[in-house]
């Protein structure tokens, strides 16, 4: 049924491909994840009688003996980067867990190197630094040159018949254990030397699907988010945002008697199972999810005829040989940043449908569904935070099932590291300012700058419309210096042509801007887009013809 959707797309006129495609990817891959089966009718009476924790929604711990039990933040690997994205040519700077880090790629050792981003001389960044001729990472300030052990190699301001200076510990930059693993490199927030080898014996959450050759290679996305970690998480373990948050942009059908509103949420049953230190498991109509700390949350659906208590999808009118178990994963990968400051690397992984759109033209998708509910979240982050972290539960109230995941996270949080991140001695615990909108949701910075793909789109779109507009004033100069022997039509042709091209230019221009810059978004004036036609093709082929 997605495939149908998605072969349908293809049938459109070329102009129109991309936006559609990038919503119906977007959608098939996010959109399922909320559908659920249940025809409830809402019954508002039922909230009456509810205090905040109401029957059904308690949360299990398996409790191991108490103090003990904190959660170590800087004990587990964090995901840096998918390797695709890395630029082996010039050091690359990331903040971690509040940690600066920069990142370069040692030729010497073939492996990527993760070093604090401080030179020990002056505290230079190294990051703004370079590869020198020997493949070592030099600071640009005085030219310390550093190997992959983080050992100094040249101080070149010491005469060399003098001490050998370099060989001070204080001469070396602080390395921190990487491992390589499902595309993207890890590293662990502690340089200490007992860490060295700790990638031998303690490995990052491992997902087989992405290194299966039977699911599509995902596409990998990174963004940079302007809110904290723990509102990031609490919103990717909340399905009943997504009809009203990204009402417009991820939409299904559902049968419309059992919807109370235009947008059509529902009573959602989400049952957390299992909670202990390390994170929990839940079940939902539609799959169940896994939270793994500190970064990994996954959401995992199965349909499909091998598995009896799977939820069906409509495969029944599908050829036989198509009649496999399907299973859709959507991965998210939340790293705290900074207060206030997180970022999301997110894969979704499927073993089903025809063909994955390239790889920016998926990021448009995904960037437009994490702008549409940002500006709510950085706001919210900030009453959460006038309220004390660990008050999350006296300020809010969350009386249905729906909410089951995110008042497990909140516990989880409370119970184990005091309500927040545990950020060293690094922060005080004040949220930075909120910027002006256009700098909230600037998408240049916190995706494409740092995007192989988009980086690449965007050069090749900015070179299409210069050349664009060069035909358009090229026919105009032309049709002008051969006026007196053209005819009249002629000249309509070519006028029509050079305003054609100048319209389209000035089209991508727009394009451009809205997706690769900035677009501001308005959830009062946000209607169904057209597009959602497409999107009652996806979930019920029988409405399709
Ligand atoms: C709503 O729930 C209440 C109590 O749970 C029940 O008495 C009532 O009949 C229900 N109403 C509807 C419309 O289902
Ligand atoms: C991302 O972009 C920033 C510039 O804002 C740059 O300093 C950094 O090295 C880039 N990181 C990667 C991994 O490309
Ligand atoms: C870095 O230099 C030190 C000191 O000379 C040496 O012991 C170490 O093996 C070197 N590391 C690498 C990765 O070359
Ligand atoms: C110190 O510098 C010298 C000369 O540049 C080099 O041979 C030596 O390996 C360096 N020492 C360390 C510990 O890297
Ligand atoms: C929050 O609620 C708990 C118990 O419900 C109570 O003990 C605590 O004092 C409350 N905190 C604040 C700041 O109101
Ligand atoms: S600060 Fe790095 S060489 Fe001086």
């Given at each position: ?30 959109a399922l994840r909320y559908r659920t089966r249940s025809k409830h009718k809402f019954n508002s009476s039922s909230f009456s009688k509810v205090s905040t924790e109401p029957e059904g929604l308690t949360i299990p ?173 609490e919103n990717l373990m909340d399905p009943s945002h997504v009809p009203y948050a990204h009402y417009g942009?991820m939409t299904w059908p559902s049968d419309e008697s059992s919807l109370a509103d235009r947008e059509g949420g529902r009573p959602m049953e989400i049952t957390v199972q299992?909670l202990?230190?390390?994170?929990f498991?839940a079940k939902e109509e539609a799959g169940y999810s ?9 959401f ?11 939820p ?61 509910d940002?500006?709510l979240l950085?706001?919210q982050?900030?009453k959460i935070?006038?309220a004390?972290?660990?008050n999350w539960q006296n300020v809010t109230f969350v009386p249905t099932k729906a909410d089951a995941m995110v008042i497990a996270f909140r516990k989880?949080?409370r ?108 959830h009062a004036?946000s209607?169904k ?10 979930s ?6």
């Amino acid at each position: 049924m997605v495939s149908m959707a998605v072969v349908s797309v293809l049938q459109l006129p070329t102009g129109l491909h991309d936006r559609v495609f990038i919503f119906v990817t977007t959608v098939c891959l996010l959109a399922l994840r909320y559908r659920t089966r249940s025809k409830h009718k809402f019954n508002s009476s039922s909230f009456s009688k509810v205090s905040t924790e109401p029957e059904g929604l308690t949360i299990p711990y398996v409790d191991n003996e108490g103090e003990t039990d904190k959660f170590d933040w800087h004990s587990h690997w964090y995901p840096v980067m998918a390797l695709c994205d890395l630029d082996k040519k010039v050091p690359n700077a990331k903040k971690i867990l509040g940690i600066d880090v920069v990142v370069w790629w040692d030729r010497n050792e073939k492996k990527w190197q993760v070093f604090e981003d401080k030179c020990p001389h002056r505290l230079a960044p190294l990051s703004e630094g370079r590869i020198d001729q020997w493949g070592r990472l030099q600071c640009v300030y005085h030219g310390w040159c550093f190997n992959g052990s983080g050992d100094c190699k040249v101080i070149p301001q010491a005469p060399p018949d003098g001490p050998p200076v370099n060989a001070s510990k204080k001469a070396c930059v602080a390395v921190y254990p990487t491992i390589e693993q499902n595309q993207i490199l890890w590293f662990w927030p502690n340089s200490a030397y007992q860490y060295n080898d700790i990638a031998a014996n303690e490995k990052p959450p491992y997902i087989p699907e992405l290194d299966d050759p039977s699911y599509y290679p995902p596409t990998i996305s990174t963004r940079d988010i302007p809110y904290g970690y723990e509102v990031l998480i609490e919103n990717l373990m909340d399905p009943s945002h997504v009809p009203y948050a990204h009402y417009g942009i991820m939409t299904w059908p559902s049968d419309e008697s059992s919807l109370a509103d235009r947008e059509g949420g529902r009573p959602m049953e989400i049952t957390v199972q299992t909670l202990d230190t390390n994170g929990f498991f839940a079940k939902e109509e539609a799959g169940y999810s896994k939270f793994s700390l500190p970064c990994l949350f996954y959401f995992v659906r199965e349909f499909g005829p091998s598995n009896g208590s799977a939820p069906s999808g409509s495969i029944k009118e599908e050829p036989l040989e198509n009649l496999r178990q399907r299973r859709m994963l959507l991965i998210f990968m939340c790293v705290p940043v900074s207060p206030g400051n997180s970022r999301l690397i997110s894969l979704f992984p499927v073993n089903y449908g025809p063909i994955v759109p390239p790889r920016w033209v998926a990021h448009l998708g995904q960037n437009l569904v994490i702008d549409s509910d940002l500006y709510l979240l950085h706001m919210q982050e900030h009453k959460i935070n006038n309220a004390g972290p660990s008050n999350w539960q006296n300020v809010t109230f969350v009386p249905t099932k729906a909410d089951a995941m995110v008042i497990a996270f909140r516990k989880w949080l409370r119970k184990y590291s005091g309500g927040q991140v545990d950020w060293g001695t690094k922060f005080s615990g004040y949220l930075p300012p909120t910027p002006p909108k256009e700098q909230l949701l600037d998408r240049y910075r916190s995706h494409v700058l740092n995007c192989s793909s988009c980086r690449k789109a965007l050069k090749g779109l900015k070179a299409l419309q210069v050349t664009l507009q060069v035909i358009s004033a090229s026919i105009v100069i032309a049709a002008a210096m051969k006026q007196d022997v053209m005819s009249m039509a002629a000249k309509v042709v070519m006028v029509s042509a050079a305003m054609l091209f100048f319209a389209v230019s000035k089209w991508l221009s727009h394009f451009i801007y809205k997706n690769f810059y900035f677009r501001d978004y308005n959830h009062a004036l946000s209607k169904k887009k057209w597009i959602s036609l497409f999107f009652i093709n996806i979930s019920s082929p029988s409405r399709s013809k």
